[in-house]
């Protein structure tokens, strides 16, 4: 079977940072294209940056450039997000996702106090 587990999440102070990982189990991840999302209570949940399969040319959305960095360790079959210089309306739950398969993980939640 196959699965996305998310960890790395947490409460942290603004200004923190945190790296968020998804690996892949049962499946290889450098062989999709996969996303970051998040969903902050009361919204919808919205794109934060992908990475391409293969070659691995990534893509952060304009509101979250040159804070959040998304890569891949293809040994660790995993792929990360890195999340800098954090805010309170960072606070949300961060999924990975595939969109060919439509796969989701079950989020880790990220808390962002003042």
């Known amino acids: 079977q196959l699965y996305l587990v998310e960890s790395g999440g947490g409460m942290v102070q603004a200004g923190d940072s945190l790296k968020l990982a998804c690996d892949g189990s049962?499946?290889?991840?450098?062989?999709?294209?996969m996303g970051w999302y998040r969903q902050a209570p009361g919204k919808e949940r919205e794109l934060v940056a992908s990475?391409?399969?293969?070659?691995?040319?990534?893509y952060v959305e304009d509101s979250f450039k040159g804070r959040f960095t998304i890569s891949r360790n293809y040994d660790k079959n995993t792929v990360y997000l890195q999340m800098t210089n954090l805010k309170t309306e960072d606070t949300a739950i961060y999924y990975c996702?595939?969109?060919?398969?439509?796969?989701w993980g079950q989020g880790t939640q990220v808390t962002v106090s003042s």
């Open positions: 990475i391409v399969r293969g070659g691995g040319d990534t």
């Open positions: 996702h595939i969109p060919s398969m439509n796969y």
């Open positions: 049962g499946l290889t991840v450098s062989n999709y294209d």
